[in-house]
């Protein structure tokens, strides 16, 4: 962490749990402000009003100044040099972030315009690349653990809140891929390209980048484990009909412990943040009969539907999870140890992946950054200290996708390129053509300004 960071992280964290506490999102969809009921303890309106402020209106929504703060913290986090607050440079770097956020609520509100969709898997995959980078960023699981607890989300909250982030910024960035063939027409001389090049690029050093295949294998539970479950989660659903509360009952059952304190309460959630069989499974219950059991690839779910609003549900749920021992561990293993070696022997890594990989999981990561691997997990980072080209790594063990269950990965090296001086006539083509989308990107976004109510009062 750099020391600008270093220096003035505590007040800027301070700043975020406050911004955190009330629910606000970085790219918050519009209609998607929480109600004083979907706030941490109900926080009224009129008490926010008091440590945040509209910063802006774009269309029909708003921003605050605490989706400010958040911005600056998440870069914050992400290694950049932060000024201290209360100086010329803080305001000017509040002034380009709010410019930032309005053009992105310009830009989620002309895409949904357009009907545009996330693929669920895509989604579900994103989240958690997403999660598992930032809780990485964290020295402990614990410390990670207590950061989402003090901004007033518990990690089901945390999560869901990450994924509508996810899901605002891949409409935003399928919108612009859907209009790149209609950018505002650009000429880019070469004077331009030797410019950039001259500015960012000449005395500065190439990075490593490495690209990869991967197919990811989750442990699966052996037959008794899963009728083990369900007759558990069919005796827990008779109780609850029998008169049994939900709550208690989740508090004696529930292996979510995410909410399990909670009384397995998600709060008010969307059918796209939820996987399909269980969004499925809610929509189509009735408001206060508990339902079940519902196979997920996490467990089986013992469902209440607490409410019903609009496009959401308050529910609460009951996850019963199949015990997952040495044999299946040890199964498993056999089974990406077979994967690794028929992928060594020429077979397709895309068609492994389909075939007994985890299917919300990516297969292909091209041109990654050699220093950020650590971000998929320390076990990638060892099993890839020494990338060769065309080697296949593994299989070994990931952290997975729920505490104590790792997971199995085997992956493929494309591609790795190690750093060194940036040469003018390699990257040419390549530079002339960012300029063109970015000078393209710049008319673009002017024209849709024009067309979008903005009010800007910072």
Do not use: C
């Not at 019903?308 to 044999?327: F, S």
């Not at 065309?390 to 505490?403: D, R």
């Amino acid at each position: 962490m750099t020391e600008g960071w270093s220096r003035t992280g505590a007040l800027y964290v301070a700043l975020w749990l406050i911004a955190g506490s009330f629910g606000v999102a970085v790219a918050q969809e519009p209609g998607a402000a929480e109600s004083a009921e979907q706030r941490p303890g109900g926080v009224a309106s009129d008490s926010i009003e008091t440590v945040d402020r509209i910063v802006a209106v774009v269309g029909d929504t708003a921003i605050l100044y605490s989706e400010i703060i958040e911005s600056i913290v998440q870069a914050g986090a992400q290694g950049a040099e932060l000024p201290e607050i209360g100086t010329p440079e803080f305001d000017a770097l509040a002034g380009q972030t709010l410019t930032n956020l309005i053009d992105s609520r310009i830009l989620l509100q002309k895409a949904k315009e357009t009907d545009l969709q996330v693929p669920p898997e895509q989604l579900d995959a994103e989240t958690d690349r997403r999660f598992r980078e930032i809780r990485n960023s964290f020295p402990s699981a614990s410390e990670f653990q207590d950061a989402v607890t003090k901004s007033g989300r518990s990690l089901v909250q945390y999560r869901q809140w990450l994924r509508g982030q996810v899901r605002s910024q891949m409409i935003i960035d399928e919108f612009i891929r859907a209009n790149r063939d209609n950018l505002p027409p650009v000429t880019i001389t070469e004077e331009e390209v030797v410019a950039y090049y001259e500015t960012n690029l000449v005395g500065q050093t190439r990075p490593a980048s490495i690209s990869l295949e991967q197919v990811v294998i989750e442990p699966v539970p052996g037959e008794a484990a899963r009728d083990s479950s369900i007759a558990l989660a069919e005796q827990v659903l008779a109780e609850l009909r029998d008169g049994k509360d939900f709550e208690v009952a989740a508090r004696q059952y529930s292996m979510d412990m995410s909410n399990r304190e909670q009384g397995g309460d998600l709060g008010w959630i969307q059918r796209s943040l939820l996987v399909p069989a269980f969004a499925d499974a809610a929509w189509a219950a009735r408001t206060g009969q508990p339902i079940g059991p519902v196979a997920t690839r996490f467990g089986y779910h013992i469902i209440r539907v607490d409410n019903v609003r609009g496009g959401e549900r308050k529910i609460r749920h009951i996850l019963i999870q199949p015990v997952i021992n040495e044999a299946d561990f040890r199964r498993t293993g056999e089974l990406a140890m077979a994967v690794a070696d028929s992928i060594r022997e020429g077979s397709d890594v895309r068609m492994m992946a389909e075939r007994y990989g985890v299917r919300e999981v990516p297969v292909r990561f091209p041109d990654i950054p050699y220093e950020q691997i650590g971000q998929f997990g320390e076990s990638y980072a060892q099993a890839l200290a020494n990338p060769v080209p065309g080697a296949v790594v593994g299989p070994f063990q990931s952290e997975g996708f729920m505490p104590g269950r790792p997971v199995f990965a085997v992956v493929r090296i494309t591609g790795f390129q190690s750093e060194g001086a940036w040469e003018l006539d390699d990257i040419r083509e390549q530079i002339r053509e960012s300029l063109m989308n970015e000078k393209g990107y710049a008319k673009f976004l002017e024209e849709l300004r024009g067309e979008v109510y903005v009010d800007r009062r910072l």
